[in-house]
């Protein structure tokens, strides 16, 4: 099954328009630098947390670089939830000038 993926670009006017999005990075890495409006759930733990990928449309994961995130969607994917890939990740977001936040969240 073929993952839909988006650009940091796209990405920013989805979040604009409401759009959910989940960060599957660790803990440490969400601290360091993550994407305002965004939720953790690592992705170890995204089995555990099917039920937050669900909603009205598509949810956008992202990790650092776009490995983790494409596993987690093709895991989602296979059970039938609406997500898209992020390419390129925080990493991406962060060399594109867009804000991030850091510190506990």
Do not use: K
Request: hydrophobic share 45%; charged share 20%.
């Amino acid at each position: 099954m073929s993952v839909q993926e988006i650009t940091v670009a796209e990405l920013a006017d989805r979040l604009a328009e409401g759009a959910r999005l989940i960060d599957v990075r660790e803990s440490v890495e969400w601290e360091e630098a993550r994407i305002p409006g965004g939720v953790l759930i690592p992705l170890a733990t995204v089995p555990n947390h099917v039920d937050a990928f669900r909603g009205d449309g598509p949810t956008y994961v992202i990790c650092r670089s776009g490995g983790r995130s494409l596993q987690a969607c093709e895991y989602l994917s296979e059970i039938g939830v609406d997500v898209v890939n992020v390419v390129g990740g925080v990493l991406a977001w962060i060399s594109s000038g867009r804000d991030v936040l850091a510190g506990p969240g």
